[in-house]
């Protein structure tokens, strides 16, 4: 490929990110789970672990 005089570079051309549709019965669930796992503890840094 290097030297080859019919090789040409073109800009690849900018997608727009697909859009996503969310109602508001799936942002009411979503904000549950962040609830109900926020409200759950988090185990000891040493737990597990067996040194």
Known sequence: ????PNL??????ALA?????IDEA???QMENEIRIASAVP????????DV
Do not use: N, T, Y
Request: hydrophobic letters at 35%; charged letters at 35%; zero cysteines.
């Open 26 to 28: 799936q942002i009411s």
């Open 8 to 13: 040409v570079f073109k800009e690849a051309p």
């Open 42 to 49: 988090l185990p000891d840094e040493d737990d597990g672990l």
């Open 1 to 4: 490929l290097v030297g080859d």
């Open 17 to 21: 990110p697909p859009e996503v549709k």
